[in-house]
């Protein structure tokens, strides 16, 4: 395949020059290149505009132009043409000026080789290709940048300063563009989580992480307040080695209110759900239990009365019977009420679940507690507390396969620390994060309500640990 031919525009007024730099050209690349010569930069801009050329050589000084104001001609006319600039002058400080204005090269005159001139022509023509590539993936990212659905700025995190903003970042946060440049970062987030946030980017910084999300409240002019998650990724380093960061901001507001709504309605189907069970355990425990007791008193003594066989017998076994069902109806009415809790405490209530798993699955339990009483000043909290050791418990008896298990309670400085450990198979990381493990969802969801922290992690073969962080505002303790 025969390579297209290079067509330069040569803008020379010396005709002697003239003749030498084609004479050169035609040696150096033969019939790779045609040249078109005109001797003033009119007749030039003229040309440009009705022919195509790849390269532009051209004397700065011409009768109707003189130096850079040459170039800047040019590049106002052919913005897509290299230019190599010719000059008598062996001038470095004129070459970088010709360069800062846009030339690709400096040639002087009467140094010109076929190796020069080979090379000239060809990088020019590629260092413009590589130009103009960059040009447009500059105005794709610029078009992004404007018209893209998130908020999108560029900021320097240590000072706060702005660098650029997009219109859909302003918007979000109730800013113009030109009063957040001229703003630090941190001056658009509510006064109470400025703390928070200023931790959440020293954490970043120091760390040198690669990106990170915060979620942070937004206090716009209007007063009004939104939630923003901010996803940050460093973008470039510019002048005097400062970072610039590519923060995306997202308005989630209503995302946060209606979770918000949802964790009140889960805590509303739990009281109520916890009311029902309150009053159906009482039901079974006065109203069954009592009922079955006095028929097991009735048999006991039909027992005594009736010793004819086989009647007898049959009075005997319904008796166990009852008996049976007796404390079926306890273990019940205690499973759907902690009546332990009103009885014993919450400190006793947990006592009375680790000796009941000791007993009901024969695992060997220790309890280690530093506390010599636990509890809250809402008794709703300590229903969760107990809920939520009472499914450990659950699971452990399940699943582990453990024979020892260890409960201990300490008191932190800011919080009350349940922790408990098995020897069993240990839980994966699959387990633990699978939708369908509905009791650890519900274990998380209570710990939330109590402003605590839950954390569940296992060893292959080794063991499962759970840390339940009970905030110390919330216990009675702080008052002893």
Known sequence: MIAPKIHILLI?????????????????????????????????????????????????????????????QLREHAAGIPIAVLSF????????????????????????TEGVLARVIRYSIERQRIEESNRKAQNRFQTIFEKAPLGIALVNLKT????????????????????????????????????????????????????????KRVLRQDT??????????????????????????????????MVENLRRLAVHLQDVREEERTRIGREIHDVLGGTLAVLRMDLDWLSKKIIAEPIHERIKLLYQLTGEAIDTARRV???????????LGLLGAIEWLVRELEQRTN???????????????????????????????INIARHSHANKVDVELVEGEDDIVITIKDNGVGITESQILNPQSFGIIGMNERTQQLGGKFEISGTPLQGSVVILRIPLALTALQEN
């Open 224 to 257: 009004s307040v939104i939630w923003i998650e901010i996803s940050i990724v460093q973008f470039e380093v510019i002048a005097n080695d400062e970072i610039c960061y590519l923060c995306m901001i997202e308005d989630i507001t209503e995302h946060k209110q």
């Open 333 to 343: 009415s205690v499973n759907l009420r902690p009546n332990v809790l009103d009885n």
């Open 160 to 215: 706060g300063k702005y660098y650029d903003v997009n219109p859909k970042y302003a918007s979000i946060v109730g800013r113009r563009v030109e009063e957040l440049i001229n703003i630090s970062h941190a001056d658009i987030i509510h006064p109470d989580d400025l703390q928070s946030y200023y931790y959440d980017i020293e954490l970043f910084l120091v760390n040198d992480l690669a990106d990170c999300k915060i979620k």
């Open 363 to 393: 695992i060997v339990c220790t309890l280690e507690s530093a506390l010599s009483d636990l509890s809250c000043h809402d008794k709703n909290y300590e229903t969760n507390i107990f809920r939520i050791i009472q499914e450990v418990f």
């Open 12 to 72: 020379e007024d010396n005709e002697t020059d003239a003749i030498l730099v084609q004479s050169d050209l035609q040696y150096a690349m033969g019939d790779q290149v045609t040249v078109t010569h005109v001797e003033r930069l009119s007749s030039a801009l003229v040309l440009i505009h009705k022919e195509s050329f790849d390269l532009i050589l051209s004397d700065l000084t011409l009768p109707d132009s003189d130096g850079i104001a040459t170039i800047n």
């Open 89 to 112: 002058r062996d001038d470095e400080k004129l070459a970088i000026k010709a360069i800062k204005a846009g030339a690709q090269d400096y040639l002087v005159k009467g140094s010109l």
